[in-house]
């Protein structure tokens, strides 16, 4: 018998916008988590149980700009594809892609529910043995009240009989894209794809869930989320710091804090000689103790001539992430007669916050002169300096 083919489908096109703090405009599963977009840690979740052949993510119209940002490249990822106007909407979306290549089965994720563990992900799948879909539930521990008018109780539930419904969500393929292409037509409101299945007359069996696989919805989900990766860990502060300098050739622009800027000349090097990003590159590669951009990007290798200094930046970003740490705060500093660097700050802090997943409130930078002494005075080329603060979980 030929194993089972199983696609995943993560629905991330909601504005998720209750998640937001202050108004912060930042669509909760495009946020970072401790360094790394909520959306980013749900699919590698998924990515990690190579059962899994392809995913899926459903993402709003306004979103791709974002979703590309993520960076995220694998064999087993396809390209997005826009959700509708409701979550039932969007997962039918995601099915009709899906029905080209007609997989076994499929598991529905929500995006804002990063801890979605392998064990669980492969307890789902092992429930679609003896029955049509399956779905990770947790018992409930506190007593239900019955209350048609949110003010007087009109009976008590027996909570014995009663579970919280989690995602991911797995199903027969062909069964569920059948059942939701009728549900489409139907005016009754589904709260989740497992209720459409019932509704479908399929058999749902409850798998092992999990506490700790909260769906992200209010602001202070962020801190809970927060706690469950650190756990009960201490966490120790690390400093790094980093330096880098790059000499003038003939050119018409440079690129600095990974902004394009209009100038007499260019920077000499082999990347796009971004003196601020390779300086603050170095100095994370510093505080977790990883070498600098020479050991992981060596000039000898052509496939980085040329390349965007953002790709050496997400990776050291990427190390912390792995690490279950996160960055404090970053500070800059740039040395160079010209270009002006004051006009371009903004736009610098704005890609340097993109590239790294943190706020723009958390990265300094500033720039000065030599006061025309020194190769910088005479317009030779520009330095750049580096120091960044992070948290990892203390290991002595």
Known sequence: MRPKTIAVIIVAAGRGER?????????????????????????????????????????HPDHAARYAALGLENDRLLPPVIGGGTRQASVLEGLKLLAKSRPDLVLIQDAARPFADAAMIEGVIAGLGENDAALPAVPVTDTIKRSPDGALVFGTEDRRMLFAAQTPQGFRFAQIFSAHMRAATSPRQFTDDAEIAEWAGLRVALTQGSQTNIKITHPDDFDRAERIILGSRSMETRIGSGFDVHSFEPGDHVWLGGVRIEHSHKLNGHSDSDVALHALTDAIYGAVGAGDIGTHFPPSDMQWKGAASSIFLKHAVGLVSAAQGRIVNLD????????????????????????????????????????????????????????????LPRQD
């Open 19 to 59: 998640a937001s703090a202050n108004g912060a405009p930042e669509p909760k599963q495009y946020r970072s988590l401790l360094g790394m977009p909520v959306l980013t840690r749900t699919i590698n979740a998924f990515l990690a149980v190579p059962a899994i052949s392809q995913i899926v993510t459903v993402i």
């Open 332 to 391: 800059v500093t740039i040395v160079c007669e010209r270009p002006r660097i004051g006009p371009h700050v903004p736009a610098m802090r704005e890609a340097i916050a993109q590239i790294c997943g943190i706020a723009q409130s958390r990265i300094a930078i500033k720039a000065t002169t030599s006061e025309r002494l020194g190769f910088t005075g005479r317009e030779e080329g520009i330095v750049a300096m580096a120091s960044v603060s992070i948290e």
